[in-house]
């Protein structure tokens, strides 16, 4: 879609542990069981609209996140965002359609590698706490800018939260 309208794309690893107490959100499992229920209903009724086989509720969700987070990171400083992008959607395969455990240090590797970069040299890379404390400055950012909650499209003064609000996204990156 981005490439359609002649658009960049950059992916931002926050910590929505941060994001959601500070928006007024909660994390999922302080959530009223209502919503948890509605929740496994609407990633069900996704994953029949998209055709994407996704496990509704992955044996390692949530994962350790900082780990792939800080090599993402990392990976779109030093290398790129083409890379980082498909790095964080190898990760997010894996956790929701391969349930693998994303947060193992092995099993991360082997995803890194997957997406043609070396797997020691970026988990490395990635140990860094300059990665660390960058998504921390990210976070603060991305509150400060009103997101609030996953996936959220920033473009220009707009912002879209939810993978249904991409209709709208595409309309406003038509508008240039």
Same mark, same amino acid.
């Given at each position: 879609?981005?490439?359609?309208?002649?658009?960049?794309?950059?992916?931002?690893?926050?910590? !929505?542990? $941060?994001?959601?107490?500070?928006?007024?959100?909660?994390?999922?499992?302080?959530?009223?069981?209502?919503?948890?229920?509605?929740?496994?209903?609407?990633?069900?009724?996704?994953?029949?609209?998209?055709?994407?086989?996704?496990?509704?509720?992955?044996?390692?969700?949530?994962?350790?996140?900082?780990? @792939?987070?800080?090599?993402?990171?990392?990976?779109?400083? $030093?290398?790129?965002?083409?890379? @980082?992008? @498909?790095?964080?959607?190898?990760?997010?395969?894996?956790?929701?359609?391969?349930?693998?455990?994303? #947060?193992?240090?092995?099993?991360?590797?082997?995803?890194?590698?997957?997406?043609?970069?070396? #797997?020691?040299?970026?988990? /490395?890379?990635?140990?860094?706490? /300059?990665?660390?404390?960058?998504?921390?400055?990210? $976070?603060? @950012?991305?509150?400060?800018?009103?997101? !609030?909650?996953?996936?959220?499209?920033?473009?220009?003064?707009?912002? !879209?939260?939810?993978?249904?609000?991409?209709? !709208?996204?595409?309309?406003?990156?038509?508008?240039?």
């Amino acid at each position: 879609m981005a490439v359609n309208h002649g658009a960049s794309l950059r992916i931002w690893p926050v910590d !929505f542990g $941060t994001i959601f107490p500070a928006s007024g959100g909660l994390p999922l499992p302080k959530r009223a069981p209502q919503r948890q229920a509605y929740r496994l209903q609407e990633l069900a009724r996704w994953r029949e609209a998209v055709g994407e086989p996704i496990h509704i509720q992955p044996k390692f969700f949530p994962a350790n996140e900082l780990p @792939a987070a800080c090599c993402t990171i990392a990976v779109r400083e $030093t290398i790129g965002d083409g890379l @980082a992008i @498909a790095l964080a959607h190898r990760v997010l395969k894996a956790l929701w359609q391969e349930e693998k455990n994303t #947060g193992d240090p092995a099993t991360l590797a082997q995803l890194i590698r997957d997406v043609g970069l070396d #797997g020691d040299a970026v988990m /490395k890379l990635g140990a860094d706490p /300059k990665w660390a404390e960058r998504r921390m400055t990210d $976070t603060k @950012a991305a509150l400060d800018r009103g997101v !609030f909650g996953a996936p959220t499209y920033v473009i220009g003064e707009d912002i !879209f939260w939810g993978q249904d609000r991409l209709e !709208f996204v595409e309309k406003r990156l038509a508008k240039g």
